[in-house]
């Protein structure tokens, strides 16, 4: 008697236990590395922004800085004033960006898309909607901008509450000019000559990161589904299970197109960083001019120096012929070595977060086991026997 074809279980069959945390693992993978970026571009590599925004406002510094490599004795020398030296301001920093995302989320809740017939006018108009909301957010932030740049470039050995010195320079923009009032800050600009090309910088460079990550992640996605696709073949010319293309797609796919999405999101950032470089340079010049702040030596990163008084910017193009004359079109360029050197890290950071987590998490597959050959168990009710005819030859 034969067996029943749904009793018997083939040797050649390999079963494979699935990992029922693999899931859940991917994504504590997304969000863990999502934090970690997040952290290390505004709070672990700040001293790097610190830095830049020092030498962009030091208008007598010999040293440009525009390759890594030098930036990384001043910031050691730097260092000996202690941590407070490095990272003031971070909180500022961080109440910033908060800020500046917490208004944006407030007024895309608050100012809908005007529905459209067609998607490509409605995507226009969500488009033209992004971009007004975040420059508006820009516009209300600014203020916080402001105190966060003085904060910053202010030396701590030579600072006594220079929050509070921000806070009062910046109420002082507000008000009209007046020898009574403002005294020796004469030259302070007031925030409207000020406000509109800081404001452009930020909205340019969010409009511009923007059009990058658009560019740059459809181009790494496509690159990683190449490579999924010819490792998937290479299993098929091997003659393997399907089973084994890593564990499973779905947390392959999550795994590659967070890391994928992190990476574009840092291109795109270090491309806007740059070039906006020479913008943001008079940017900070035209906020700093006239507040008495001293600054760490650039140059040697021992001691501090007082920023150079005795050049008046009147406006955005007045800094920007002075700053080619006195000091070259390199000058605009003043630090550009600090951002190199941070996407750098982050870049670097992010890849080896990547590797760790692809190698103890998707590569830690459970082993292969083959099932166990198990045949029907007896059947007490067995059917009449026959017998055979002689006529049909037949059972």
């Known amino acids: 008697m034969e067996s029943s074809p749904s009793s018997l279980h083939y040797p050649d069959v390999i079963s494979r236990s699935s990992n029922p945390n693999s899931k859940q693992a991917a994504s504590n993978y997304a969000a863990g590395l999502k934090m970690a970026s997040l952290f290390s571009e505004h709070v672990l590599l700040y001293p790097l922004d610190v830095l830049r925004r020092q030498i962009q406002v030091n208008n007598e510094a010999v040293k440009y800085h525009l390759s890594p490599v030098s930036v990384f004795p001043v910031l050691f020398k730097i260092s000996a004033q202690g ?15 908060g800020l500046v995302v917490a208004t944006d989320n407030f007024l895309q809740d608050l100012i809908p898309v005007k529905k459209s017939k067609h998607n490509r006018t409605q995507q226009v108009r969500r ?5 007004a909301v975040r420059t508006i957010s820009y516009l209300i932030v600014s203020p916080i901008y402001y105190i966060m740049l003085i904060e910053s470039v202010q030396s701590v050995s030579a600072s006594d509450g220079n929050l509070l010195d921000g806070i009062r320079d910046t109420l002082v ?5 007046s020898s009574a009032i403002t005294g020796v800050r004469s030259k302070m600009l ?5 406000l509109l090309p800081a404001v452009g910088l930020m909205t340019g460079r969010y409009v511009c990161e923007k059009i990058l990550y658009k560019i740059i992640l459809p181009t790494l996605n496509a690159i990683q589904e190449a490579d999924r696709y010819r490792k998937r073949k290479q299993k098929r010319i091997a003659q393997l299970s399907m ?11 999550l795994f590659e197109t967070t890391y994928a ?10 491309f806007g ?3 906006f470089y020479p913008v943001e340079t008079i940017v900070h010049r035209l906020h700093v001019q006239g507040v008495r702040a001293i600054i760490d030596n650039t140059d040697t990163g021992v001691g501090v120096v007082p920023i150079n008084s005795s050049i008046y910017y009147t406006d955005f193009w007045s800094c920007f012929k002075s700053i080619e004359e006195t000091e070259g079109s390199s000058g605009l360029y003043k630090g550009i070595g600090c951002v190199l050197l941070k996407f750098s890290l982050l870049y670097g950071g992010m890849l080896l977060a990547h590797g760790v987590a692809k190698k103890f998490v ?10 166990p050959i198990t045949t029907a168990p007896p059947s007490w009710r067995h059917e009449p026997a026959t017998t055979m005819t002689t006529e049909s030859g037949q059972w």
């Open 173 to 177: 923009r507000f008000i009209p000019y």
């Open 273 to 275: 960083q740059v070039l």
């Open 127 to 131: 488009v033209v909607r992004n971009v």
């Open 190 to 194: 007031p925030i409207w000559k000020i």
């Open 261 to 270: 999405s992190l990476i574009a999101r840092i291109a795109a950032g270090f």
């Open 362 to 371: 998707m590569d830690n597959k459970p082993p292969l086991t083959p099932a």
């Open 83 to 97: 941590p407070s030296s490095l990272w003031k301001g971070v909180l500022t920093s961080i109440a910033y960006n």
């Open 243 to 253: 089973d084994d293309d890593y564990e499973t797609e779905e947390n392959v796919l």
